[in-house]
């Protein structure tokens, strides 16, 4: 079980620091888990997980060939029968065409790992997470239980997880993971498991777990990102099993993190960090910690073409969606679908770069931080906030991210202890004694910094739990390059 924000918080009022709170999560000798939620459920996080809160998520396969509509092609097309499919078939393929030949076609010949990897490092990104299977069942690896149906057999003739994750180790220091999907559309051991109502594995037994223990042993991924759990349960897919031999027995038990989607019913209850569903962003403090999965293309996750520039999400927008998922104790893993080519189009490539460039000056209130009392101004909108326990015990730094600059005024009121004051419950939550008279933020204990323009004084003043803030001059803000969000680092002692 993950610990929580509050938990954290109430930590650093005994005054640990951080790295001694993270020792406070470390077991003496190390647990041995029971393939049981009950059990599996109290491991701890990963530090390195909660303290990352930035990914890349990749998906890649034979649904980046046609590039229309979404990754899940086959089955709208054959399954659903969604006229938009079998219109676009009919006016580009012959009549007879198969999915299973647009695998010749996924050719990925201008891939370059190292140019992906070094890419997703200036993003300022922590780990990046590729699909190894989507739901299509082509993996991206020689699997042994997909012969004639992977990227080595087929289209590219290469190891694409093997080239990524090699490039990925050598040119950054992110975490590299992998996403799997549990369930495959046409698979027949699938089908026939699901004419038997369930009640024989064999799809799990000679597919997922060979599958999924392949993966861990050859590729050594330290994110397990399930998918396609919905049309079993947990028992089915035998899911405690497997995690309770991640966390016990394979050779990434000690970093290893996965997400909740085990089988119907799991989202949202079990699991390293939940995901609950598709770009989950609740916008209030989560205990548990959680994961927005979101898409650059605002509705396909796999790269298409028939898109406008209104499809894709702006860097502000970006931007926005990490500053409110990190402030309530959540993650982001931004989604980008490369070309059947192996490209990364440069749209995406933009988006990340720009995201690089904000998280290189703002990164200090992200990376690490911790949710503050108030995830957002309670008064003035669109400011969010994080905190992070000063090196110097009874002092604290709250971050305010203004996504909205006061271009009328160039001046803000925000209020990082809340609408009113209430003493007794700012000392328990912030450990700071913050008095009973006079203003609670004031010139002897309250320093004010403008991330990026460190140099540069900030006029403010107080009235209590007000704090009146004067940006610098816009024209200077605009020479450093500071744009998207505006991150002031209030430091009280």
């Not at 323009?453 to 900030?458: G, W, Y």
């Amino acid at each position: 079980m993950a610990i929580s924000a509050w938990t954290l918080l109430l930590l650093a009022i005994a005054g640990l620091s951080e790295t001694e709170v993270a020792l406070a999560q470390v077991p003496g000798p190390r647990t041995r888990y029971e393939p049981n939620w009950a059990s599996l459920d109290q491991r701890p996080l990963p530090r390195w997980y909660d303290e990352a809160k930035v990914g890349i998520f990749l998906h890649y396969g034979v649904y980046s060939v046609p590039s229309f509509g979404s990754e899940w092609f086959w089955t709208n097309w054959k399954n659903l029968r969604n006229p938009e499919y079998i219109q676009f078939m009919q006016r580009n393929y012959k009549p007879d065409f198969s999915y299973q030949e647009f695998a010749g076609q996924f050719t990925a010949e201008l891939f370059n790992a190292t140019q992906w990897a070094l890419l997703f490092r200036d993003s300022g990104a922590r780990y990046v997470v590729l699909t190894s299977k989507h739901h299509d069942g082509f993996t991206l690896w020689p699997s042994k239980s997909s012969f004639g149906w992977n990227s080595v057999d087929v289209g590219p003739k290469r190891d694409i997880i093997k080239e990524l994750a090699a490039a990925v180790r050598k040119e950054s220091n992110l975490k590299f993971g992998l996403y799997y999907s549990l369930f495959e559309w046409f698979n027949p051991l699938w089908t026939d498991d699901k004419l038997h109502l369930l009640m024989q594995q064999h799809f799990v037994d000679r597919k997922v777990r060979p599958e999924q223990m392949e993966l861990v042993q050859q590729y050594l991924p330290e994110i397990i990102w399930s998918d396609g759990d919905w049309e079993a349960p947990a028992k089915y897919w035998r899911s405690e099993e497997f995690i309770a031999w991640l966390y016990n027995d394979s050779p990434v038990r000690e970093t290893v993190v996965t997400n909740d989607r085990w089988g119907f019913g799991t989202a949202c209850l079990h699991g390293d960090f939940y995901n609950c569903a598709d770009r989950f962003n609740p916008g209030v403090l989560q205990a548990h910690k959680w994961e927005n999965a979101f898409t650059l293309d605002k509705t396909s996750w796999g790269q298409r073409f028939d898109v406008t520039l209104k499809d894709f999400m702006t860097s502000k927008e970006v931007i926005k969606e990490i500053v409110t998922t990190v402030s309530c104790n959540g993650n982001v893993l931004i989604n980008v679908g490369p070309t059947k080519f192996g490209t990364i189009l440069p749209i995406f490539e933009e988006r990340l770069r720009d995201m690089g460039r904000w998280l290189k000056i703002n990164g200090e209130g992200i990376y690490g931080s911790a949710p503050w009392i108030y995830q957002n101004d309670t008064i003035t909108p669109n400011v969010w906030y994080t905190r992070r326990q000063e090196a110097s015990k009874g002092s604290v730094a709250v971050y305010a991210f203004v996504l909205d600059y006061p271009y009328d005024t160039n001046e803000l009121d925000i209020y990082p202890l809340g609408r009113d004051i209430n003493i007794f419950q700012n000392v328990m939550l912030t450990g700071i004694d913050i008095g009973t008279g006079g203003d609670v933020l004031n010139k002897q204990s309250t320093q004010v910094v403008m991330l990026g323009m460190e140099d540069t004084k900030i006029q403010w003043t107080t009235d209590r739990n007000k704090l009146h803030i004067v940006f610098p001059p816009k024209n200077h803000i605009d020479k450093r390059g500071l744009d998207f969000a505006w991150t002031f680092k209030i430091t009280i002692t």
